[in-house]
Nanobody, 115 residues
Framework: QVSLAESGGGLVQAGGSLSLSCVAS????????LGWYRQAPGEERVLVAE???????NYANSVKGRFTISHDNAKKTVSLQMNNLKPEDTGVYYC?????????WGQGTPVTVSS
């Protein structure tokens, strides 16, 4: 089992920045992947950014060059720095981890970008 505790998010104007943080209950080396998904109202949950056990990072095309995912193994934390935010970045952001082929989710934190 993996529990995920998110923090950050909120309301920001377009062009602004926000940072999200997620603390995992397990050592990050035990996870296949750790990252962030976004769910906009009425839409499916989609990958925003993730870091895999290999160290490789994956980003949604829409956020490349604006968002940066990082992790701290000692603090068991994954963070998402979001710059130059756009209204289409609005949604609930969920921390996600995959452990032993099972997906785990945080409770979600809302991000609203006003135009």
């Amino acid at each position: 089992q993996v529990s995920l505790a998110e923090s950050g998010g909120g309301l920001v104007q377009a062009g602004g920045s926000l940072s999200l943080s997620c603390v995992a209950s397990r050592n990050l080396f035990s996870l296949n992947s750790l990252g962030w998904y976004r769910q906009a109202p009425g839409e499916e949950r989609v990958l925003v950014a993730e870091v895999r056990i290999s160290g490789r990072t994956n980003y949604a095309n829409s956020v490349k060059g604006r968002f940066t995912i990082s992790h701290d193994n000692a603090k068991k934390t994954v963070s998402l720095q979001m710059n130059n935010l756009k209204p289409e970045d609005t949604g609930v952001y969920y921390c996600h981890a995959q452990f032993l082929q099972t997906d785990y989710w945080g409770q979600g934190t809302p991000v609203t970008v006003s135009s």
